[in-house]
Each structure stands twice: as structure tokens, then as C-alpha cells.
């Protein structure tokens, strides 16, 4: 809350509206505390569930419609934009722009990260990337709901999440491929230092791991072109997993593998390090050299547990897709 009023913003064009979606500490609290200090803050309860949406959707669908706004920006509890987010965010809203995405660095405090964190952070890193450059290519694929703005507008030409209403997750990356495949908006990915927004890193393995699987689950409900290419790098994950098996039996299955393994992690390395320049973000080499062996089996692994197992998200256990689409559908339209 602090950072969002800090912003170096014109007042008169800024509201803040938090959506407190069942939760049970003290955040009603806490917001009405700042609501006594700026009236530019609205708080939004919602206090059960529905079987017509998923419950973040259902938390932006009410912060949006009740929004007076032209541009939605949205962010999580757990960031900590700094005071230009907004500022330099919006510049990217060119005439023709409908949605802009932007990083979530991971940030860390206190002591020195440890090893595993600068890995996560890496693999952080690696994600907007991927979500940069293929903007860059005209097809974006991936985005974060902690660092997305869109206009309002935009949002109700589509329909709202009507159509992906009834997936756990997506409210960002699904939600951008309504946009890029739907409309004629273009899309752009904020550059600029200022518009990261640094969040929170998994606290524990069990966190990690929850929150990877629930990022696959979605994997086979991509478009199909995003989906084969997903599939692929599986592949290639799961081969050089299992390669070193065979490699016993052959040193020309070895020496395959060892080209194979120095291709993939060479242009690992390329892109990360163009990602570097674009992006003005350091990445630790050293967490780079063993996140590049351990990545094929952190692969392998989390891409089929997402598949099949459910994950804890928010204190509430869930599959990738809960709700049937007639019902979700007919739900958000009524």
C-alpha cells in the first residue's frame, strides 16, 4: 500500500482499489487504515466462493468493473513497485496499444541470497525473457499478472474472463492470448528499470515446487503452436535426462549427448545474456552453471506433475481446471 501511494503520479488520475477476496488476516483492517488517509483508496470483499469463476478472476472482474479508470494496472501483495511503475508504464499506451506487460524481478532482503534463491531468481529472469522476446516476435505467450496493465475497454471487448473462466490461473497469460489472437490491439513488454516491479520469491522448496506445477498445469491448455513447442522442450529435457543411461552403452551416444547438452546450454546462455542488455538486469553466472545441469530434470519432473497432481495455491488446495465452461460461462454472463 505505500508503494502504490508513493507513486509519482498525478492523484487526480490514480485509484487504488484493493480486492480483499476471503481472506483471513488482518488486510480489511490494514486497508482501512490507508482508506482514513487518502480517499483515492477503495476497498472491495468478497466473503464466498462461486462456481461461475475462478476466485482471482472473480477478484479483478469486481476491481475492474467497479475501476472508473481508462487503464487497468494490476499487481499483487506480495510486489513492491517502485515510485515511477506507473509513470513509465503508462508511456508505453501508444494509440494503438492495449496492453502492456512488464518483469517481476524477484527480490531479495536482508542477508546475501543464498545459491538457491539466485537460481530462482534466474529462472525468473529466464520466464521474462522468454515473455519479452516473443512480444518482440509479435506473438507474446507468456505474461505476470504482478506487473500487467491493459485498458479497460479492452477488457470488456473481450468479454471479461468469459472464456477463461473456469482455469485456476491464466488470469494474465491466458487473458493475453484472448488479446493477441482476438482483437487487433498490440501488445508491448515495459523495458524500462523503472517499470519492474520486484515480488517475493517462494519461501521453501514446497512453495517452489507448488507454484511451478501450478505454472505447468496449464500447459496443455495453450494454443495448439504454444503447446507443441512446450511439448518439445519436454522432450529434449527428458531426453537429456536419460541420456547418460544409454550414453553406457555407447561412446557415440555419449559424445551425442555432450553436444547436446553444450548446444542447449550454450544458447541458454546467448539469450540470457541478450535478455541482460535489454532488460539491464544481472543474473548471478554462477547460479547459471548449475541451474543448466539441474534444469532438464527440474523439467522433466515439475512438466508431468503438472499434469496430473494439484497444487496449494493461497492456502487452498486445486486442479488446473475446476469448473465446467457451460456453467463458468453462463456465470460471468448473467
Known sequence: MNAVLNQRYPRNKLEIIVVDDRSDDVTAEMVNQFRTESNKVTLLQIRDRTPHLAPKKRAIDLGIRNATGDIIVTTDADCRPGPLWIAELVKYFEPDVGMVAGFNPYRTEGS???????MLGLDYFAMACVAAASTGLRFPISCSGGNLAYRKRLYFELGGFSKISNWISGDDDFFLEQVRDRTDWKIRFATHPDTFVPTAPPQNFSEFLNQRIRYASKTRHYKTAVTFGLVGIYFLNALLVVGPLFSLFSLNLLLAWIVAFGIKSLSEYAFLAKGQISLKFKW????????????????????????FFSFRWKGEVHSAKLYSREASTHGLNA
Open 112 to 118: 546475501q541470497p543464498s545459491l538457491f534463491q539466485k
Open 284 to 307: 548471478n553466472k554462477t547460479a547459471f552453471l548449475l541451474a543448466a545441469l539441474l534444469h532438464p530434470i527440474y523439467v522433466s519432473i515439475v512438466a508431468l506433475l503438472g499434469q
